[in-house]
């Protein structure tokens, strides 16, 4: 079967036009025969780079800035959800769509870096909230919440499970996944380096699974002029974040990409077959878990 990694930039800080270009992704990814298709880190509706760039305090600039993204943000569900969920029926396609999230629980006011998992049917069958958000990205975004997220979804294209960028660093995080039997990991991501690509090879092999490294792909000219952190950038700066998203299978190898400082769907041929056959000599959870040795529960 085909999986693919959507590579591309959101409409920066807009999540209707947003959301309609994820839609139009999601169509096209399907009419190309895929099955499963994941998109960045906090998509809906960008990145907020600014965190790495304003100090805390610069109150009234982050001030304006989290108002944008609240505004911005999605509730689950909502008009984009029902709309994403539209698309992956029409599409026949599984969907995990990185976001920024509304506590609608609570105050409707406090943000989560969150995945939505939808099936092909145009059901949410999931959602996740990033544990632990990294750095300045703790100006943003809450904690997410228990262990209750840290599972695997039985879908048409098999065990599906996902985490988002430096939370995939966790060791106990993986193995609640890995204890769940996950088959492909949905791993959307900030981080573009060498060393990331080097971390998702081997805990591709570590789990032996399949797993899809999608980040955005930003240039300068993504974001509008009405943002003065712009500024705070280097002279003569063209991309802020290059992507190099992949997809990578169970013996650690990059099927498909790198791709580099420009948009775009990867796509890759699966067998989950190759699951089996890669832990014929490493099961981490199997004939190498050692149970008599080690206890592992999740809150």
Known sequence: MKIAAAQLSP???????TVEKACKTIYEAGKKGAKLIVFPEAFISGYPDWVWLIPNSKGADLNQLYLKLVENAVSVPDNSTLKLCKAAKDASINV???MHEKNTETSNASLYNSLLFISDKGKIIGKHRKLIPTGGERLIWAQGGDGSSLKTYNTSVGKLGGLICWETFMPLVRNALYEN??????NPTWDKSENWLISMQHIAREGGMFIISTCQALKMDDIPDEYGFKK?????????????????NPQGKIISGPLEAKEGILYANIDLNEIISAKRMFDVVGHYARPDVFKFKVK
């Open 11 to 17: 409409i920066f800080l807009n999540k209707e036009k």
């Open 96 to 98: 995990v769509m990185g």
């Open 181 to 186: 039997g996950i088959q492909i990991l949905a």
């Open 232 to 248: 705070l950038y280097p002279e003569g700066r063209e991309w802020i974040n290059v992507g190099n998203s992949c997809i990578i």
